[in-house]
């Protein structure tokens, strides 16, 4: 998140295996808590939420987040808009 935050926030510019390294970690821990947690929108949902935490909400956007989930053989599929 740090690296995110510096790289966001850099008036330079960097090259895009610059970026690449820069942003392995990040993208490695992305990549673990999506496998992890089985969904499909997971880091969507996760960035929605940094954007409204940074924002205080003020600024209006549209959103949804579909879940999906199996419970004793049966498939259920919600989305969430907002």
Request: avoid cysteine; charge should be positive; glycine fraction near 8%.
């Amino acid at each position: 998140m740090r690296n995110l935050a510096e790289i966001v926030q850099s008036t330079g510019q960097l090259s895009p295996l610059d970026f690449e390294k820069r942003m392995g970690d990040f993208g490695n821990a992305l990549n673990r808590y999506d496998d992890y947690d089985g969904g499909e929108n997971t880091v969507f949902a996760l960035f929605d939420k940094m954007i409204h935490r940074e924002t205080n909400g003020a600024r209006k956007r549209n959103s949804s987040l579909t879940l999906t989930a199996k419970l004793n053989g049966r498939k259920a599929t919600k989305m969430l808009i907002a």
